[in-house]
C-alpha cells in the first residue's frame, strides 16, 4: 500500500476541479451525443494525468537509500545470506521497500574480451545427436521486501536468504532498491 502525502491529496484535488470545469464548460453543448463525448474525453484526459502525477510524485517524494549490504555464503545449505541497512532520506513515509538482487554467473567484463574466446568451437560434435541437459539459468533475478511502514529518518536493518546455485563459480551481484 502506498501512502499518499499531502501533495499527492493536492494534485488529485486539483484534477477533480479540473475535470468538474470542463464539464461545465461543455454544458452549453446543445447536442446530447457531443455532450457526452466531451464528458467522456475530459474523465480520459484528468484521470491518465492524475494517475501520472501521481506516480511521478510517489517516485520523488518517497526516497530511501542502501546504506550497506554484506554477503556471505552458507555451504551447508547452498544460501547467500545478505545483511544490511535501509534508510528512509525523504521527508514522508514510505509504505514499503523492496530489494531486487541480480545474480550474474561468469560476467563478461570489457577487460576479458581482449584476453581470449569467448566461445571455443567444438568441431565435428556439431553433428552429433544433441543429449538433453538441464537447463542451467546464468541469470537469477530475485525480490525481497525490507522494509515496511518506513518513517522518516529512520533506519531499519534487514537480512535475507537467496538460493546459490552449486555450478555458480564467479558471481557478481547487482542490488536496487525501490520504495512506494
Given at each position: ?19 468538474i ?7 452549453k453543448?446543445?447536442r446530447?451525443n ?15 494525468a492524475?494517475?501520472?502525477?501521481i506516480f ?10 542502501l ?7 552458507l ?18 513515509k514510505?509504505?514499503q ?28 560434435e ?17 525480490e ?8 522518516p ?10 538460493k ?11 542490488y ?5
Amino acid at each position: 500500500m502506498t501512502y499518499m502525502t499531502i501533495l499527492h491529496w493536492l494534485s488529485l484535488l486539483f484534477f477533480i476541479g479540473l475535470f468538474i470545469l470542463l464539464v461545465f464548460l461543455s454544458k452549453k453543448e446543445k447536442r446530447r451525443n457531443v455532450f457526452w463525448s466531451m464528458v467522456f474525453a475530459s474523465f480520459l484526459v484528468t484521470s491518465t494525468a492524475a494517475v501520472f502525477t501521481i506516480f511521478v510524485l510517489d517516485k520523488y517524494t518517497k526516497k530511501a537509500k542502501l546504506l550497506s549490504i554484506e554477503s556471505h555464503r552458507l555451504l551447508r545449505t547452498e544460501e547467500i545470506v545478505f545483511k544490511g541497512k535501509v534508510a528512509n532520506v525523504g521527508k514522508f513515509k514510505i509504505g514499503q521497500c523492496k530489494l531486487t538482487i541480480k545474480m550474474i554467473n561468469n560476467p563478461v567484463s570489457a577487460s576479458s574480451l581482449g584476453q581470449g574466446q569467448i566461445f571455443t568451437p567444438s568441431g565435428l560434435e556439431f553433428f552429433k545427436p544433441k543429449e538433453k541437459k538441464k537447463e542451467r539459468k546464468n541469470t537469477i533475478l530475485e525480490e525481497f521486501v525490507v522494509a515496511k511502514n518506513l518513517k522518516p529518518r529512520e533506519i531499519r536493518y534487514f537480512t535475507v536468504r537467496m538460493k546459490f546455485p552449486p555450478y555458480f563459480t564467479k558471481s557478481k551481484l547487482i542490488y536496487k532498491l525501490n520504495c512506494h
